[in-house]
């Protein structure tokens, strides 16, 4: 194992592993065990496919394999449950690589992971438009899509069952009022559209809609979505992607929820990481903001917005209900771009404390086309095992491999 050169600043984190990736940027991450020995899968920056690396031994990662994915697609989204993956595909738009006129994959498609090295395809959906961004899996026989099919104006929620896997069939879908743009709807707020997949804890699905805001949507019939409640982000916050994510807690009627920052060197409204209390849940309800990262001591810049890249929240680890995956409902892990990976003491919801943070040293080669501002450190994406063990995706590196000292 050999870690990047360069200066590493960190607070409450070890750096025990590295995974290179063959120059091939890891994006979204998932975890799945396989008798004895962990796997971990992630889909890529700059290139269409899929990775397998075996981290039964975090420190010593070994590669298994890279699965060659559509040409022009992005296949961004890896979600792992019931010993089957679900990977998104999607036009990549303008701007990000690829040929905008060529051929693309798009939909999802459903894995077999009997064999934990070699996943065998069982099935593909489509959504006949331009495909889906962000999914949710957790196990059984529905899919929760974030979906473009044509004839919306931006992603929306869609239902989709698997369990013909090579069948896969659309049981519902539900969109915010102006997206059916070939129903002839209009004027939706600015930015609306679906961008993290929904969240589903038992008949709800929580929905964080970029510029529509959080959703909280009624699921008891899959044939019938139903509207309980919303709280709109911008403004003050940015529309572009408002709401990025939305976890809801088990123990406390809570949802953590955070925006996407998108143009580099803040030149945007400021973005924001918080809590949502849902007791009432037709009247969500903002009841705190986590506090900004700060330079940490001897950095050679002021704030983060004067470094180059974009300066924001991102991905939280989402646990998901699986056994595999760190289950701590008073900790938060939140990737902040040019900030690196921090993370967040939300045991007392009502002031959300910084514990901790990891910013490794900046990229010493360009990847892929961003940051177009200067190459520094943009961390993506981040999820955590049950041992404890941490893995953080970047734009232009490989995976950090991480282990707290507050867990």
């Excluded at 063959?22 to 971990?40: C, T, V």
């Excluded at 496919?49 to 590669?63: A, H, K, L, Q, Y």
């Excluded at 993956?85 to 006129?101: Q, Y």
């Excluded at 030149?267 to 009432?280: M, R, Y």
Aim: charged share 20%; aromatic share 12%.
């Amino acid at each position: 194992m050999s870690f990047p050169p360069g200066k590493v600043y960190s607070e409450g984190f070890e750096a025990i592993g590295y995974i290179g990736l063959e120059d091939r940027p890891g994006f979204k991450m998932a975890i799945h065990k396989s008798g004895e020995r962990w796997y971990l899968y992630t889909a890529h920056f700059w290139c269409s496919g899929w990775s397998v690396v075996e981290i039964t031994d975090p420190r010593n990662p070994r590669f298994v394999r890279y699965i060659e994915g559509p040409p022009n697609t992005w296949t961004l989204q890896v979600q792992i449950a019931d010993g089957k993956m679900i990977t998104s595909m999607e036009r990549i738009p303008p701007g990000w690589g690829g040929d905008v006129n060529g051929p693309y994959g798009e939909g999802f498609s459903i894995w077999d992971l009997a064999d934990a090295e070699n996943p065998k395809q069982l099935g593909q959906y489509k959504t006949g438009g331009k495909g889906t961004h962000r999914n949710y899996y957790a196990g059984g026989n529905t899919v929760h899509t974030t979906a473009l099919p044509d004839g919306y104006d931006g992603h929306i929620y869609q239902i989709v069952d698997i369990s013909d896997p090579a069948n896969p069939k659309e049981i519902s879908r539900w969109w915010r009022k102006g997206q059916w743009t070939a129903g002839g709807e209009s004027g939706a707020p600015e930015n609306t559209l679906l961008h993290g997949g929904a969240y589903v804890v038992g008949d709800r699905a929580y929905l964080p809609y970029g510029g529509g805001g959080f959703v909280i949507l009624d699921i008891k019939d899959y044939k019938a979505p139903k509207l309980i409640g919303d709280l709109p982000f911008s403004p003050p916050f940015a529309s572009r992607i408002a709401v990025h994510t939305a976890i809801p807690l088990q123990k406390r009627p809570l949802v953590v929820v955070n925006s996407e920052a998108i143009v580099e060197r803040c030149d945007e409204p400021l973005g924001f990481a918080g809590i949502v209390d849902v007791s009432v849940e037709t009247r969500p309800r903002l009841i705190s903001l986590f506090p900004l990262p700060t330079p940490p001591q001897g950095s050679p810049f002021k704030n983060f917005c004067a470094r180059p890249g974009r300066f924001g929240p991102h991905n939280q680890h989402q646990p998901q209900f699986q056994d595999v995956l760190y289950q701590n409902e008073n900790i938060v892990f939140l990737t902040y771009f040019n900030a690196g990976l921090r993370a967040y003491d939300i045991s007392d919801e009502r002031l959300p404390k910084e514990v901790g943070y990891f910013l490794p040293p900046d990229p010493q080669k360009r990847l892929g086309p961003l940051p177009k501002t200067g190459l520094v450190t943009q961390s993506e994406d981040v999820i955590a095992d049950a041992r404890g063990n941490i893995f953080v995706s970047d734009k232009n590196h490989g995976i950090y491999v991480l282990r707290f000292n507050k867990m």
